[in-house]
């Protein structure tokens, strides 16, 4: 069965990262852009990663261009605008395809594991994908929504919730 440990991810500086590292860990997994409407929800998921970090959550970032030209920067440019305008500290990614024939293999899976509303693809940036620390996708989330309402999710796949109960709670779709 395939996880989120089997993949490999550009950073934002240019790095190869195993997401395998993040084995054992809840992770976030979202696309992100700098020039949408929905761009302060990068406040409420690096709230998130203060709040759950020394308990095992991880976010990561995907700045994504291909919903109406919304991430037109290179990656020095992502990162300074995340920083400057948002104190993000979580991990950030190089710029993906999240749909179509180009879309990273991450992705690619991501969107098979939990489909949304109106089918697999992802329909605007910041849609959020949930994964419990034995790298499984337990939720997916609509662009529109807060950061702040995953809370509860997020708390039911934390590793030590994970380790009280033998294996996390899978929340309902909401997109």
């Known amino acids: 069965m395939t996880t989120l ?14 997401l395998g590292d ?6 976030l997994v979202v696309n992100t852009a700098s020039r949408c409407g929905l761009t302060p929800q990068y406040q409420g998921l690096q709230e998130l990663y ?14 994504c261009d291909q919903f109406a030209h919304q991430e037109p920067g290179d ?27 180009d879309a990273h293999p991450l992705w690619r899976w991501l969107r098979s594991e939990r489909g ?4 697999d693809a992802v329909k605007w940036n910041f849609t959020k994908f949930l994964v419990d620390p034995q790298g499984r996708v337990v939720e997916r989330y609509a662009p529109t929504t807060a ?5 509860t999710d997020i708390e039911r796949v934390l590793p030590a919730a994970a380790d009280a109960t033998g294996t996390a709670d899978a929340p309902t779709p909401t997109e």
């Open 116 to 119: 949304g509303l109106l089918g």
């Open 147 to 151: 950061p702040g309402e995953l809370r």
């Open 75 to 101: 990656a020095d440019e992502i990162g300074e605008f995340c920083t400057r305008n948002y104190g993000v500290t979580f991990p950030m990614f190089a710029k993906v395809d999240v749909n179509g024939k």
């Open 5 to 18: 440990h089997d993949f490999h991810a550009t950073t934002l500086t240019g790095e190869d990262r195993d």
């Open 22 to 27: 993040y084995a054992g860990q809840a992770v």
């Open 50 to 63: 203060d709040a759950y970090a020394d308990r095992g959550l991880v976010v990561l970032g995907f700045p």
